[in-house]
């Protein structure tokens, strides 16, 4: 593979939104259509609530996409952008092999949103500034793996197997602790062993046998 992704998990968009542009700062030309060096002062202003920055990420990287739009025609094919926008994934490829995006998680039990954020470079010897940048703070290599039975053979974004198996380890936990927690309030005790009770032979029955076993 010519390219590695890194990612890390954000509790806020704005959080992920804040940190992948101070770390990696040419994302912003493309999710600002104004001039790039504003940015910040958009986030500072504090104008926007969560869902509209979101919107507002979004649609400024669909009006990108105009600029260098996909097509045979374009001069610039085929380095142009492209860009995947779904209910839960949102990517975009630029013309000079720097992606970027965003998952949207909901967990099972609190219904908390989460984000994960990655970013993915050329694979070469020579790492680039921002690539450092991203390792220093905590973001993740991540690997594309395929599953045809689940994803219809498209290629899928997902973390390594190791923690894959933690997060499935502490939803275990999750669970069982709220399963405790659900029968301490509703006062559900375990069930008492009770012993059946066991038949004594009729009295006669044991006579005889008792007088058998002494005439032998």
């Known amino acids: 593979m010519n390219t590695i992704t890194y990612s890390k998990r954000f509790e806020t968009f704005e959080d992920g939104l804040r940190e992948i542009t101070d770390l990696v700062p040419m994302v912003k030309e493309y999710m600002f259509t104004g001039d790039a060096a504003k940015f910040d002062s958009v986030l500072d202003d504090g104008i926007f609530k969560r869902d509209d920055l979101e919107g507002y990420i979004i649609t400024n990287l669909i009006k990108k996409l105009q600029s260098n739009i996909p097509v045979a025609s374009n001069p610039n094919y085929p380095y142009c952008y492209s860009i995947?926008?779904?209910?839960?994934?949102?990517?975009?490829?630029?013309?000079?092999?720097?992606?970027?995006?965003?998952?949207?998680?909901?967990?099972?039990?609190?219904?908390?949103?989460?984000?994960?954020?990655?970013?993915?470079?050329?694979?070469?010897?020579?790492?680039?500034?921002?690539e450092y940048?991203?390792?220093?703070?905590?973001?993740?290599?991540?690997?594309?793996?395929?599953?045809?039975?689940?994803n219809n053979g498209r290629r899928r974004f997902?973390?390594?197997?190791?923690?894959?198996?933690?997060?499935?380890?502490?939803?275990?936990?999750?669970?069982?602790?709220?399963?405790?927690?659900?029968?301490?309030?509703?006062?559900?005790?375990?069930?008492?062993?009770?012993?059946?009770?066991?038949?004594?032979?009729?009295?006669?029955?044991?006579?005889?046998?008792?007088?058998?076993?002494?005439?032998?």
């Open 84 to 130: 995947d926008v779904g209910s839960f994934n949102i990517g975009f490829k630029t013309d000079k092999r720097l992606s970027f995006g965003w998952k949207i998680h909901t967990e099972r039990l609190t219904g908390n949103v989460y984000y994960i954020f990655r970013v993915t470079f050329p694979n070469s010897a020579r790492k680039a500034k921002s």
């Open 158 to 216: 997902n973390k390594n197997e190791e923690d894959d198996k933690k997060e499935e380890v502490a939803n275990d936990q999750k669970e069982q602790q709220q399963e405790e927690v659900q029968n301490q309030t509703e006062g559900e005790n375990p069930e008492a062993h009770v012993e059946a009770p066991t038949e004594e032979a009729p009295q006669g029955e044991t006579e005889s046998v008792t007088a058998e076993a002494e005439q032998n």
């Open 133 to 150: 940048a991203v390792l220093d703070n905590g973001w993740k290599e991540y690997e594309y793996r395929r599953n045809l039975k689940q």
